[in-house]
Nanobody, 125 residues
Framework: QVQLKESGGGLVQTGGSLTLSCTKTQRSARDREMGMAWFRQVPGQEREWVGRIWSGGFTHYPDSVKGRFTISRDTSEATIYLQMKKLKPEDTAMYYC?????????????????WGQGTQVTVSS
């Protein structure tokens, strides 16, 4: 069973930067075949996709974060990162890491089987 743990959240000022990490604490022989993604959620709102990285390293982002957020993964495939720049107050949310059994996962929650507990990001105005 894959287990994920996020870290790196915190308080940052508008325009600042923050990098989140997501580590697989329970590895799988299929790590390199799993698509992974970051989502975020504000209380009372739906969980929102903020980017994905496929097996092979291809990344995709929604327009709301494109050019500001970058997802990468280390060579061991155990950790992925979310680099966030030019942060805005509307980026404030709980950020979740997710892993899919598909190497080419999409932007929908239902495509992801494994989830971390989340890490809070707060951007002050």
């Amino acid at each position: 069973q894959v287990q994920l743990k996020e870290s790196g959240g915190g308080l940052v000022q508008t325009g600042g930067s923050l990098t989140l990490s997501c580590t697989k604490t329970q590895r799988s022989a299929r790590d390199r075949e799993m698509g992974m993604a970051w989502f975020r959620q504000v209380p009372g709102q739906e969980r929102e996709w903020v980017g994905r990285i496929w097996s092979g390293g291809f990344t995709h982002y929604p327009d709301s974060v494109k050019g500001r957020f970058t997802i990468s993964r280390d060579t061991s495939e155990a950790t992925i990162y979310l680099q966030m720049k030019k942060l805005k107050p509307e980026d404030t949310a709980m950020y979740y890491c997710a892993a899919s059994d598909s190497p080419y996962s999409g932007a929908y929650i239902k495509e992801y089987t494994y989830w971390g507990q989340g890490t809070q990001v707060t951007v002050s105005s």
